[in-house]
């Protein structure tokens, strides 16, 4: 099982994190990341297909065609944590080598967006705390990395339900003579 969950989720990690990684190191440092979530959550859609795929080698090659919702379960968030680690590595390597501020770019975001909601004097200040506690915070290794792990598995344990919910198959039932 483990080098199922291995092929499969360095193929699905990949699969999530080139193309952010290209795109990461080809962004000017002023750049704005047009359309991001809609580009980040179509390519885990597409990653985690692989989710499916694993499941269904395992099922059909290694237990002969059958397979219990359970270990297929198992099987999808084992692929899933592992794409998912590497989607945290593909990240930390954007944040390191591109030319983009995350933070800075996050921190503008949060006060044009409560100035686009009409924020007052005592609004516009707490959310520049705000902006400036998560600065603090996404600095911190840990917290970034835990925060990036976060941003992508609860897609990999969606897909790993729905999965092993349609790949489930129990063995045939015996003949009695």
Same mark, same amino acid.
């Given at each position: +099982? ?47 297909? +692989? ?72 609004? +516009? ?53």
């Amino acid at each position: +099982m483990t080098p199922v969950i291995l092929r499969y989720g360095i193929i699905a990690g990949l699969i999530v994190s080139l193309p952010w990684l290209v795109y990461m190191l080809t962004l000017p440092a002023d750049g704005h990341m047009n359309h991001s979530m809609l580009l980040g959550y179509t390519l885990m859609i597409l990653a985690f297909s +692989m989710v499916f795929v694993g499941i269904r080698q395992y099922r059909d090659r290694a237990l002969g065609g059958v397979i219990k919702f359970g270990k297929a379960l198992l099987l999808g968030l084992g692929i899933s944590a592992v794409a998912s680690l590497i989607y945290v590595i593909g990240w930390e390597i954007c944040m390191a080598f591109s030319k983009y501020n995350f933070i800075e770019a996050y921190s503008k975001f949060i006060l044009d967006d409560a100035r686009a909601h009409g924020a007052g004097a005592a609004e +516009m200040e707490q959310a520049a705390k705000e902006a400036a506690d998560f600065a603090s915070m996404y600095r911190n290794p840990l917290y970034r990395m835990s925060f990036t792990f976060i941003e992508i598995f609860p897609v990999g344990i969606l897909v790993s339900l729905i999965s092993a919910g349609l790949l489930r198959k129990a063995p045939p039932p015996a003949l009695s003579t």
